[in-house]
T-cell receptor
Framework: EPEVTQTPSHQVTQMGQEVILRCVPI?????FYWYRQILGQKVEFLVS????????KSEIFDDQFSVERPDGSNFTLKIRSTKLEDSAMYFC?????????????FGEGSRLTVL | AQKVTQAQTEISVVEKEDVTLDCVYE???????LFWYKQPPSGELVFLIR??????QNEISGRYSWNFQKSTSSFNFTITASQVVDSAVYFC?????????????FGSGTQLTVLP
């Protein structure tokens, strides 16, 4: 069964460093998403991406965040200069619209720890 | 804006008991989907059930059942004969098409502990 894959599963970084989280969405999906979950809290929307551009972004998604689909298969989230409060689980998701079921298919998450 | 409320922060039951998790949602959209996800201690989000706004028929799937009532904007989820492996955080979520993409809004989650 097709699935969304994310790498790395866990990354530890120093404050101020750049981090890139990678995702491979399901191949025929057109919409891509990043969500964040700070430990013990709810899952929060960061950004959605369609047709090679950002569709919508939340207040969390400030200038230190960026997303890219560099090669037609990967979908990346970059955090330019990490802060302690960026420590969280980051979930990538994809969906098929146009007749889809409304479901977002989630990867297993990338846990980011900022020291 | 969409909102999902899970009033139960934590629930603890003894194995084999039935447990119902409550979810209340808010949206102005007439077309939407509702979901329940399970998040075990390992952290991944596991899809459990889905219901669209046009189908209020309640169903049972194995030990899972749900009660969708548009009149009260509720989408409650019941686990029958709970097992220790059901211990996890359960999230209710609402999906609408916002702008040019789908927007999924999660509730704050209910921590379910099933005791042996």
């Amino acid at each position: 069964e097709p699935e969304v894959t994310q790498t790395p599963s866990h990354q530890v970084t120093q404050m101020g460093q750049e981090v890139i989280l990678r995702c491979v969405p399901i191949s025929n999906h057109l919409y891509f998403y990043w969500y964040r979950q700070i430990l013990g809290q709810k899952v929060e929307f960061l950004v959605s991406f369609y047709n090679n551009e950002i569709s919508e972004k939340s207040e969390i998604f400030d200038d230190q965040f960026s997303v890219e689909r560099p090669d037609g298969s990967n979908f990346t989230l970059k955090i330019r200069s990490t802060k302690l409060e960026d420590s969280a689980m980051y979930f990538c998701a994809s969906s098929e619209e146009t007749g889809g079921t409304g479901e977002l298919f989630f990867g297993e998450g990338s846990r980011l720890t900022v020291l | 804006a969409q909102k999902v409320t899970q009033a139960q922060t934590e629930i603890s039951v003894v194995e084999k008991e039935d447990v119902t998790l409550d979810c209340v949602y808010e949206t102005r959209d007439t077309t939407y989907y509702l979901f329940w996800y399970k998040q075990p201690p390992s952290g991944e989000l596991v899809f459990l059930i889905r219901r669209n706004s046009f189908d209020e028929q309640n169903e049972i799937s194995g030990r899972y059942s749900w009660n969708f009532q548009k009149s009260t904007s509720s989408f409650n989820f019941t686990i029958t004969a709970s097992q220790v492996v059901d211990s996890a955080v359960y999230f209710c979520a609402l999906s609408v098409f916002s702008g040019s993409a789908r927007q999924l809004t999660f509730g704050s989650g209910t921590q379910l502990t099933v005791l042996p």
